[in-house]
């Protein structure tokens, strides 16, 4: 069974491929098989680049070829925007990361994106403006929602987290699909849900914090799912949050999500936090968020719609 991987613009999907090659996966890139197309036909990928914009039939070569190589290869690693789409059998990953964080990493990386940029807050408007570009163009081609949560097996928050711990944690996932497929997992990252008003100290969390002796058998992820309110694109948890803190203090990274509120379901929650409860909680696990929703009440949302999976 091979992987395919997607994800928001700027989520890192380059980075975590290199990390699953590590671990003995072939990866193969949109790149790679562009560049053989394009070598097979005498042309520069420049020159095949061009054409593509003018002739459909290079994209169905390439999306065709994506499909021969997803029957022919085995434990091997996708790493392009549609083979979700094409290749069968795959164990489908999508890479989550919000704008304002996305916007970083392209405005701080060394990529031509970067250039493009005078600042963060510019590269955050046109990672959305490409990102809405690209949904309607794959609407129009293919008849496909790209951000459609339900199209997943596997969705990943890539943000608070190196490409190794995400690596390893879609290895996990996928060996357990392999034995016993599952309906979508989201899995978000622990430094990125908030408390709820009046967060208190944790008391001796059960489960969070493994024995020594069972220590080697600790995940990546925490063992209990948790519930969350995503409301002025903050994520926050209306129980379990000395739970979240102790997850974290104990080197959790990832905590599997099996309830969200999006949009107007999450207009009726009030419990927002202080500065207070984000400290008490920064305190607990031991970490600093990122950003505060005390001091940016309101930032970016993710780019990914959640309804089919958790309902609206």
């Known amino acids: 069974m091979n992987i395919t991987i997607t994800g928001n613009l700027g989520s890192g999907k380059t980075s975590v491929c290199r990390e699953l090659e590590k671990s003995g996966f072939t990866v193969i890139s949109a790149g790679d098989i562009f560049r053989q197309i394009a070598s097979e036909k005498g042309m520069t990928v420049i020159e095949l680049n061009e054409a593509a914009k003018k002739d459909r039939s290079i994209d169905d070569l390439l999306d065709s070829r994506s499909t021969q190589l997803g029957r022919e290869m085995d434990h091997t690693v996708f790493d392009s925007r549609l083979a979700w789409n094409f290749v069968e059998n795959s164990f489908k990953v999508f890479l989550l990361v919000d704008t304002q964080e996305a916007a970083r990493r392209v405005f701080d990386g060394d990529s031509r994106s970067a250039e493009e940029y005078q600042n963060v807050q510019e590269a955050g408007i046109g990672l959305e403006s490409r990102a809405k570009l690209e949904q309607e163009r794959f609407r129009r081609l293919y008849g496909i929602d790209y951000y459609d949560a339900g199209n997943y097996d596997l969705i990943i928050e890539s943000s608070c987290a190196s490409p190794d711990q995400i690596a390893e944690e879609i290895i996990r996932n996928f060996e357990i699909y392999q034995k016993c497929p599952f309906t979508t997992k989201v899995e978000l990252n622990l430094r990125c849900l908030y408390p709820s008003k009046s967060f208190q100290m944790p008391e001796k969390e059960a489960g969070a914090k493994p024995c020594m002796e069972e220590e080697e058998k600790q995940t990546l992820c925490a063992d209990r ?56 909680m920064e305190q607990a696990g031991g970490f600093q968020y990122q950003t505060s929703p005390v001091k940016v009440p309101e930032k970016p949302d993710y780019t990914i719609d959640f309804s089919n999976i958790f309902g609206k």
């Open 225 to 280: 799912c948790l519930s969350v309110v995503i409301k002025n694109g903050y994520n926050y948890l209306e129980e379990n949050s000395s739970y979240a803190a102790a997850s974290i203090a104990s080197g959790r990274v990832f905590a599997e999500i099996n309830e969200m509120r999006t949009g107007d379901a999450a207009q009726s929650f009030d419990s927002l936090p202080d500065e207070a409860d984000i400290c008490r």
